[in-house]
């Protein structure tokens, strides 16, 4: 199975593609952990994404398609994947379109995760932050027992510098210029599935399961 997950910041995609890899057996393929390896294990593709991030600009769409090639060529996805945070346009989808085309594959699915911007705010926004350990709880859903105080080691709960509401308004503009657009592209392939992840996980996954 060869899958692709959409959704807006905050949506949840992550613990979804933890939770498909582990029932399918499929490889997450992270482009920000695509990233991160070729850069730390300096390669030449990481070389190249490292000259352009030191410079504050974007890694460019053929670049990221370069690493992609080189990802799936490995053996754990020669009998699918699921890819999360490729692509964000367009653009980037045509540039896979292609790329899968070439190895003759293709996707079986585009996973839109849906959550309704209200609660996406309330869940970036009301996230706290233990300072000393790390522990992650919400104003909203998920309050510590005394507030602003970690119930693990009783240390300060911090917000995040992006986690305002100000950033999380922003990136849901751009999410709405630059990915919604890719719902209707992938409609139009006739792959895309669409799973509201606005309540409890053990909901999510329930109907999930069903549609894949």
């Not at 850069?39 to 000259?51: D, P």
Request: charged share 30%.
């Amino acid at each position: 199975m060869r899958l692709i997950l959409l959704g807006a910041p905050g949506s949840g995609k992550g613990t979804i593609a933890g939770e498909i890899s582990k029932k399918f057996g499929i490889s997450h393929v992270s482009t920000g952990d695509l990233f991160r390896k070729n850069i730390k294990g300096n390669t030449a593709l990481g070389q190249e994404a490292q000259a352009y991030m030191e410079k504050g600009e974007l890694v460019p769409d053929e670049l990221t398609i370069r690493m992609l090639e080189d990802r799936f060529s490995e053996a754990d996805v020669e009998n699918g994947f699921l890819l999360d945070g490729f692509p964000r346009n367009i653009a980037q989808a045509d540039a896979l379109q292609e790329l899968l085309q070439g190895r003759d594959e293709k996707l079986d699915v585009a996973l839109n995760v849906f959550v309704p911007y209200d609660i996406i705010k309330e869940r970036i926004s009301g996230r706290r932050i233990c300072s000393n350990c790390g522990e992650a709880f919400n104003i909203y859903f998920d309050k510590p027992k005394q507030e602003g105080i970690c119930d693990k080691c009783n240390s300060e709960l911090i917000q995040r510098s992006d986690d305002n509401e100000e950033t999380v308004v922003k990136r849901l503009e751009t999410y709405e210029e630059q990915t919604k657009p890719l719902i209707e592209y992938y409609e139009n392939l006739g792959i895309l599935k669409t799973i509201d992840n606005s309540g409890e996980l053990e909901e999510t996954l329930e109907k999930l399961w069903q549609e894949l």
